[in-house]
T-cell receptor, first 116, second 113 residues
Framework: GAVVSQHPSRVICKSGTSVKIECRSLDFQATTMFWYRQFPKQSLMLMATSNEGSKATYEQGVEKDKFLINHASLTLSTLTVTSAHPEDSSFYIC????????????FGSGTRLTVV | DQQVKQNSPSLSVQEGRISILNCDYTNSMFDYFLWYKKYPAEGPTFLISISSIKDKNEDGRFTVFLNKSAKHLSLHIVPSQPGDSAVYFCAASPGFGNEKLTFGTGTRLTIIP
């Protein structure tokens, strides 16, 4: 089945530093990947849609310069949280759609980011 | 503005009984609905979906019911098993293949052995 690998699973960083999160589709090509954020006891909120070879589309209220998304290949999208602050601490999850399936988004295992 | 709502943050059900998880939505543009299961510190796993042209979809122990006029859907799990204990999210999109999913806030289901 479709597998999406997300790395790292957990990261702690100092305030002001940048953190990169990788999302890879292991056995399929994903022209589009999605980045979500989940705060404790809240819903998954779509942050941006990442398109291979083009600029990401950000949801309203999401800072493009703070959350840099790169989708350089059909199997890899990265999310970089720049100049991280404690309020950026959250659970970040990527997903990708396997075009071979009639429907179904496969999610990564998520990254717990803690900014201290 | 929470367009997809799951009003029960938690639910406890005896093993072997039926679990019913509810979801309401407000956006009439939503046309396709999905249920996901999520364990702590993991990504959601797709369970079952339903298109607005149907009112029921069944897959093994899981059945999703859709009431378009009431903008309400529910997930039935029968019989419930301990491994079903997780957080369940409903999600909606404007149509099959439309990429944007709007998630509910989730319901934590606990199956009591």
């Amino acid at each position: 089945g479709a597998v999406v690998s997300q790395h790292p699973s957990r990261v702690i960083c100092k305030s002001g530093t940048s953190v990169k999160i990788e999302c890879r589709s292991l056995d399929f090509q994903a022209t589009t990947m999605f980045w979500y954020r989940q705060f404790p006891k809240q819903s998954l909120m779509l942050m941006a849609t990442s398109n291979e070879g083009s600029k990401a589309t950000y949801e309203q209220g999401v800072e493009k310069d703070k959350f840099l998304i790169n989708h350089a290949s059909l199997t890899l999208s990265t999310l970089t949280v720049t100049s991280a602050h404690p309020e950026d601490s959250s659970f970040y999850i990527c997903s990708a759609r396997d075009g071979r399936k009639s429907y179904g988004y496969t999610f990564g295992s998520g990254t717990r980011l803690t900014v201290v | 503005d929470q367009q997809v709502k799951q009003n029960s943050p938690s639910l406890s059900v005896q093993e072997g009984r039926i679990s019913i998880l509810n979801c309401d939505y407000t956006n009439s543009m939503f046309d396709y609905f999905l249920w996901y299961k999520k364990y702590p510190a993991e990504g959601p796993t797709f369970l079952i979906s339903i298109s607005s042209i149907k009112d029921k979809n069944e897959d093994g122990r899981f059945t999703v019911f859709l009431n378009k006029s009431a903008k309400h859907l529910s997930l039935h799990i029968v019989p419930s098993q301990p491994g079903d204990s997780a957080v369940y999210f409903c999600a909606a999109s404007p149509g099959f293949g439309n990429e944007k999913l709007t998630f509910g806030t989730g319901t934590r289901l606990t199956i009591i052995p």
